[in-house]
């Protein structure tokens, strides 16, 4: 079984920066694309970014320019470095890992919440 562990989130002025991570633990053979969603209060869960293990990226709308996915060597924890914060970017940020085993299967972390407030 794979687990997801996040952590990093918190609380930030804007403009501020935040860092966070997410490990892989348990069976990770076969994880190809890891990635950050978030869903904010009364909205949809949306894209932030994610990355394969040839280290593509693809990011959503609101992080292009201000945050950064990375991903370790090991392949099994991913980084997202979240610069300029705004309040908007105000959600609980979940971790995704798409492992390929006999089919494609989604995994997700439990969350880990960020506010962006003065």
């Known amino acids: 079984q794979l687990q997801l562990v996040e952590s990093g989130g918190g609380s930030v002025q804007p403009g501020g920066s935040l860092r966070l991570s997410c490990v892989a633990l348990?069976?990770?053979?076969?994880?190809?694309?890891m990635g950050w969603y978030r869903q904010a209060p009364g909205k949809e869960r949306e894209l932030v970014a994610t990355i394969d293990r040839a280290g593509s990226t693809n990011y959503g709308d609101s992080a292009k320019g201000r945050f950064t996915i990375s991903r370790d060597n090991a392949k099994t924890t991913v980084y997202l470095q979240m610069n300029s914060l705004k309040p908007e970017d105000t959600a609980v940020y979940y971790c995704?890992?798409?492992?390929?085993?006999?089919?494609?299967?989604?995994?997700w972390g439990q969350g880990t919440r960020v506010t962006v407030s003065s």
């Open positions: 348990g069976n990770v053979l076969g994880i190809n694309v």
């Open positions: 995704n890992a798409e492992q390929e085993r006999l089919a494609v299967v989604d995994h």
